[in-house]
């Protein structure tokens, strides 16, 4: 997720340019002819569920969605296939579905070996090229990363006629395609490391996961004063990759990270203790988090290149065992490395007016909860700190509205907290059995969790309706519903065991990538959540499958898919099986699966198939705390829509909202748009 030295450099010697340039545009803008209308705001719920909601609405529990449901209108809508966030979003965005955008999953594959890449981005400009002096590496050109969504935003259509938008957090953006618009990356957007989130534990004890995410510090609490008391720990912080030292493409190793040291001077009475970061003091008491400290790391010699983070600690554990928790080091949104808003000033606007927040794309610290790091109060003590952060942005955005713009607010609060929580009691269906990772001392007072996710999105449905103009229109809409993910589906293995992926000689598991698997004889395999490929000849690597005999082995895979039984539930495992070819229209779709694999709820492709593994198992029970899930069949979570104006038919969905969006403003969606206005 890095831009050459060379553009760094142009970026730096541009800025004050672009500041005035900035500034000249927002006085144009403020000029522009007014709208002929009173605004639009949306507020973009990820993983609002309309069966959970109904109940709670009809509990009384969810008063101001049930206010405008009654007012206006509500009903579920349609998500997109596959039903994954960024595919979703991408929908919305851009008015198309992943045959024009291109953004199929979470992971698309590499033609030429098989592996899993991201989807979110794309190289351009060739193949990079390098120059070393003095033991530098120098990016020349070449190699650069870019935003892999095609299509066009419906910010930028609405900029072009003079609508002031502003975007708060919308997933997908990042990198950062350029535009006029005032748009605030989210979901997708790195950490400083270049990941989606490396937390760091300065630990004396081992965690509870044998392989955990996180980069583990283990530390010696010393007596360095000799005043009888240890006292002291000494340890890093590591920031960003050390690019002048790597070559392109080279996977950094934990020696090629840039790092700042971490002292921690522990109270000798009381459970607190002062940290010391990059000259920089912060004190904190233990079971509380700190505030954001900025801190910079020297990619060149004598300062010549600071790259800017910032990061919180969260004091787990003092005394007897010492346990200090780093939050991943955030990109800082007052000095970014890479752009992560446009303009590239609009995110240090925002600290201006809020502080440091959350830039890192999923924020929730879930990969600490998955770890065993944090128990579920240290989890959500976190998550609290993001409400905070989406309730600030809420505040500000509504104090900038004025009639005739058109504002997006994101609220990720249910979406991760259905996926993490969902294990101690079902919010869906009441008395279901218990989830395969339900432990009862651990569900004790959480059981209620989530529907307190939802009430709490209805305080701020709440505020925003006392607050916005009157007649501004608003759309409160999700991407996607949930259901709970009990069973863990090894699509490979499935594929291994019927015939369609072969193992070499001797060899039961392994990986796609690499030797493992014979592809002289591989006719189909699985990559990404809900993706199946055909192993053609001509397109893959190693294909053998004659496209002329592609459609015919489709048929098979899509019959005995569908007839797919769980062998202990008894329950059809798979619901459905779509062509590509056949619910996608626009120029990408050769980009993408081959077949989407719709799974019955309770059921979805395991995190190491979807990455390319072979298992032994077929299927198992999920016993990972990420128990909740809308990686399945679109049919069984579709999202919710309510608006403040009455709407005459059902059945809408994801790029109906982007036609809607244009059309409030009178303007024409573009040809390569396939919805059509709810209005």
């Not at 340039?21 to 705001?41: D, W």
């Not at 924020?363 to 003590?381: H, I, M, N, T």
């Not at 198992?617 to 679109?634: E, F, Q, Y």
């Amino acid at each position: 997720m890095k831009r050459s030295l060379s553009t760094r450099l142009c970026s730096l010697m541009e800025k004050t340019t672009s500041l005035v340039c900035a500034g000249l545009l927002a006085s144009s803008l403020a000029c522009a002819e007014p709208a002929a209308n009173t605004g639009i705001f949306i507020m973009g719920v990820d993983g609002m569920d309309p069966v959970i909601l109904s109940r709670l609405m009809e509990e009384g529990k969810m008063p101001n969605f049930a206010q405008l449901a009654k007012e206006g209108s509500y009903q579920s809508l349609g998500t997109s296939n596959p039903p994954q966030s960024p595919v979703a979003w991408s929908n919305f965005v851009t008015g198309m579905n992943p045959g024009g955008h291109g953004i199929f999953d979470f992971m698309h594959r590499n033609v030429h070996n098989y592996a899993p890449i991201s989807s979110a981005t794309r190289v351009t400009g060739g193949e990079a090229k390098t120059l070393h002096f003095f033991g530098y590496v120098i990016p020349i050109s070449g190699g650069e990363l870019e935003n892999n969504r095609g299509g066009t935003p419906w910010w930028d259509l609405l900029v072009e006629q003079g609508v002031d938008v502003e975007v708060y957090r919308i997933p997908g953006n990042f990198p950062t395609p350029p535009s006029e618009a005032k748009v605030l990356d989210g979901m997708g957007t790195t950490d400083l490391r270049g990941g989606f989130g490396t937390y760091t534990l300065y630990t004396d004890t081992l965690p509870e996961k044998k392989k955990p995410k996180g980069d583990i510090q283990f530390v010696t609490v010393r007596d360095l004063d000799l005043d009888g008391t240890p006292d002291t720990v000494n340890s890093i912080l590591r920031g960003p990759p050390d690019q002048l030292h790597l070559e392109p493409g080279q996977i950094p190793h934990d020696k090629d990270y840039l790092t700042t040291g971490v002292t921690v001077h522990i109270d000798p009475e009381a459970a607190a203790a002062v940290i010391e970061v990059g000259g920089q003091y912060i004190v904190i008491e233990e079971g509380e988090w700190s505030e954001w400290l900025e801190v910079t790391y020297d990619l060149a010699p004598m300062g010549l290149m600071p790259v800017t983070g910032t990061v919180r600690f969260f004091a787990k554990s003092l005394r007897p065992n010492f346990q200090l928790y780093a939050s991943p080091v955030n990109i800082s949104p007052s000095n970014p490395v890479m752009p992560i808003s446009t303009p590239d000033e609009f995110s240090a606007e925002l600290t201006e007016a809020l502080g440091f927040y959350y830039t890192q794309g999923m924020p929730e610290e879930q990969e600490a909860l998955k770890d065993g790091v944090f128990s579920e109060d240290d989890y959500l003590k976190q998550v609290a700190l993001v409400q905070q952060d989406t309730r600030l942005m809420l505040d500000l955005a509504l104090n900038r509205f004025e009639p005739g713009d058109a504002t997006f607010v994101y609220f990720s609060d249910i979406d991760l907290q259905c996926h993490m929580l969902w294990r101690h009691g079902d919010p869906k269906t009441l008395g279901a059995p218990h989830h395969p990772a339900y432990d009862a001392a651990t569900a004790k007072g959480h059981t209620q969790d989530i529907e307190r996710f939802y009430r709490d999105v209805d305080e701020a449905l709440g505020e925003t309706r006392k607050r916005l103009p009157e007649d501004t229109l608003l759309m409160v809409m999700s991407d996607h519903g949930f259901q709970p993910f009990t069973r863990d589906v090894h699509l490979n293995a499935w594929l291994r065991d019927n015939g369609y992926l072969v193992m070499k000689e001797g060899k039961t598991t392994g990986y796609t990538v690499g030797s493992d698997v014979d592809w002289n004889k591989t006719r189909a395999f699985g990559l990404g959540f809900n993706g199946l490929y055909l192993n053609i000849k001509g397109r893959e690597e190693q294909g053998i499958v004659d496209p002329a005999e592609a459609d015919a082995l489709m048929a098979e895979l899509i019959q005995k898919l569908e007839a797919f039984k769980d062998p202990a539930e008894g329950a059809s495992v798979v619901l459905n099986v779509r062509r590509g070819s056949e619910i996608y229209n626009g120029p990408r779709i050769a980009e993408g699966p081959d077949l989407l694999v719709g799974y019955n709820k309770g059921y979805g492709a395991s995190d190491e198939s979807a990455l390319g593994q072979i298992t032994e198992d077929v299927i198992a029970n999920n016993t990972s705390r990420w128990s909740g899930s809308h990686l399945m069949a679109p049919e069984v979570v579709p999202g919710i829509l309510l608006l403040n104006r009455k709407l005459t038919r059902e059945g809408h969905e994801l790029v109906d909202l982007t036609a809607t969006i244009l059309s409030y403003y009178g303007i024409k969606a573009l040809p390569e748009m396939t919805g059509e206005p709810v209005l």
